[in-house]
């Protein structure tokens, strides 16, 4: 049984930093990929980052590049976002998923966390 839980969001004001935190369990040889994805109210759901459960390797929507970083910590079972520089833009329900591959995530499937709200907002 695959369960991916996030914490870490919080009310930050414009120019501040979270750190989003997913902690994983039951995942098998068929998830090789653990990705940020956000969502606001009356808009699909936009691929924030990502990283390789093989390699490592990583990949940044263009609207975040600079600001977060998404590493991960093997031996925790977690992987984390670390968002600076923070716009009101980038307020959403951010959501931590796994899968075989990017594109299935994009596609909605895989397997999901419930989410944290994150709001920046002076």
């Known amino acids: 049984h695959v369960q991916l839980v996030e914490s870490g969001g919080g009310l930050v004001q414009p120019g501040g930093s979270l750190r989003l935190s997913c902690v994983t369990s039951?995942?098998?040889?068929?998830?090789?990929?653990i990705a940020w994805f956000r969502q606001v109210p009356g808009k699909e759901r936009e691929g924030v980052s990502s990283i390789s459960l093989s390699d490592g390797s990583t990949y940044y929507a263009d609207s975040v590049k600079g600001r977060f970083t998404i590493s991960r910590d093997t031996a925790k079972n977690s992987v984390y976002l670390q968002m600076n520089s923070l716009k009101p833009d980038d307020t959403a329900v951010y959501y931590c998923?796994?899968?075989?591959?990017?594109?299935?995530?994009?596609?909605?499937?895989?397997?999901w966390g419930q989410g944290t709200q994150v709001t920046v907002s002076s």
């Open positions: 998923g796994a899968a075989l591959n990017l594109a299935q995530l994009r596609g909605g499937f895989g397997s």
């Open positions: 039951g995942l098998t040889l068929d998830y090789y990929v």
